[in-house]
């Protein structure tokens, strides 16, 4: 699949994985819009990708406004004429026990990690089926699966993503659009040391091996179709 001159929207991509999966996908020669909510960031990222020869499109937003999954698309369109590829990268971890999660954690929880990614998916769709190359990766974790103690709020918004995922990859397949998950456990971001500070730092998933599986998912465009990656620690417990 020749993805030159594509158009992708990363969210989250100020940081972490987000900020590794733009610069690869810089590297691959796609166009880029990158958002988040720290402008400085962004801006010290949009800097990194300039070096290697790209011009992304930088969008200062914060996915828990309602108005934003509709802006970030808007404005994907009329910078670049479409779009090909979306990351739901953006996301928001608290780590605490369900006796002491109040419901600001739980809506935050929900609306930055479920409800934004559900409406900026809903947004591209009428966008994305016009592309030849149509791809939606939505990263989720392995407590999208499993429940961690402590994280209640954060295994739930992730249990939505996952289940809203499902529904999408059945709904747009007719429109030739692919959707995939990605789910690890374990990356080393500012995220994991909030999550599982326990974690020995040496032996978490650095963000470029998520940056892989997201270049092997654009490429790989055979007749077999990978719906859902679980990635875990070398040194976590196969198969769990
Ligand atoms: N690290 C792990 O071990 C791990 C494991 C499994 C899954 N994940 C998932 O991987 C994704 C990336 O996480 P990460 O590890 O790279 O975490 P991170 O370093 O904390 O980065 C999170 C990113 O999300 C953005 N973000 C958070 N809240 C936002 C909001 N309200 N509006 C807009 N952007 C927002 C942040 O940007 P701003 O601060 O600039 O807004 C940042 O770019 C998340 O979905 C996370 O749940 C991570």
Redesign the pocket.
Known sequence: MELTGKVALI??????????IAGRLATMGMQLVI????AE??EQVKEGLQMIGSQPHLIV?????PA?PGRLIGETIQTFGGIDVLV??????VSKPIEETNLEDWD?SI???AR?PFFICKESIPHLRRSTCATIIN?????GRLGYTQQGA?AAS?HALMGFSKVLAREVQPLGIRVHTI??????????K???ADLDVSK??H?DE?ADLVQFLLQHRGNGMIDNIDLRRFNGTPFA
């Open positions: 969210t989250g991509a100020s940081r972490g994985i987000g900020e590794s958002t988040g909510r720290d960031r962004l937003a914060d996915i828990s406004d934003t739901n990268n953006a996301g928001y971890a935050y609306a930055v990690n934004a990263i989720s974790s392995v407590v954060y992730k789910a690890p456990g374990g990356v080393a971001t500012e995220m994991v909030t999550m599982r978490l998933i963000p998520i």
